[in-house]
């Protein structure tokens, strides 16, 4: 079942603005990680922020986490043409009966940096 | 650098032939994934598996999908028959537990003629 949806599903931006995408989830959950799929390659995990947590850094990466809002969005400062890719969110819940339940991943934001 | 690899990168089949797709996850990572990726269903989870013993493979097809792990460094991810919808891009990931970082290999894209 589908637990991340990413808004927007594509963005096309100039190299040097800022890129924002936003992720909504449904069921409380243990973290959300934020992952990057280049074309024709497997997912790349960038940074994972946990259900206490509410700001993260990592370079050019900054991701916030509302857990009463049940959103997350991921923003990359600075782009550059090499940013070019699908961004997903993923998120880690929990099993009712009190096991983990591995991660749902959503379908994903395609973001194009315009030289 | 350790990864996970993926083998075959390409398979072209015709419907009705088995397919085996191999992974092998990094050393040390307990919890194994199988991953299907198509552009209108997104990431889909077949099957997972923590210290070789599977925990869910509710996403997988069970007439026709099996996945096992026969040992901590080769997870096989079989079809049979194939069909054309089973077109996709396969991914397998591994990491150190079912809620943490994964790490996807390159995958295997089939394609069922």
């Known amino acids: 079942s589908q637990q991340g949806e990413e808004d927007p599903q594509a963005l096309s931006i100039q190299e040097g603005e800022n890129a924002t995408m936003n992720c909504s989830y449904k069921?409380?959950?243990?973290?959300l990680q934020w992952y990057r799929q280049n074309s024709g390659r497997g997912l790349v995990h960038l940074i994972l922020i946990r259900s206490n947590e509410r700001e993260k850094h990592s370079g050019r990466l900054r991701v916030t986490l509302d857990t009463s809002k049940k959103s997350s969005s991921l923003l990359i400062t600075a782009s550059r043409a090499a940013d070019t890719a699908s961004y997903f969110c993923?998120?880690?819940?929990?099993?009712?009966?009190?096991?983990?339940?591995?991660?749902?991943f959503g379908k994903g934001t395609h973001l194009i940096i315009q030289p | 650098d350790a990864r996970v690899t993926q083998t075959p990168r390409h398979k072209v089949t015709e419907m009705g032939q088995e397919v085996t797709m191999r992974c092998q996850p990094i050393?040390?990572?307990?919890?194994v994934f199988w991953y299907r990726q198509t552009m209108m269903q997104g990431l889909e989870l077949l099957a997972y598996f923590r210290n070789r013993a599977p925990l869910d493979d509710s996403g997988m097809p069970k007439d026709r999908f099996s996945a096992e792990m026969p040992d901590a460094t080769l997870a096989t991810l079989k079809i049979q028959p194939s069909e054309p919808r089973d077109s996709a891009v396969y991914f397998c990931a591994s990491g150190p537990d079912s809620t943490d970082t994964q790490y996807f290999g390159p995958g295997t894209r089939l394609t069922v003629l």
């Open positions: 050393l040390g990572h307990n919890t």
């Open positions: 069921t409380s959950i243990n973290n």
């Open positions: 993923a998120t880690a819940a929990w099993y009712s009966g009190g096991g983990a339940d591995g991660l749902t």
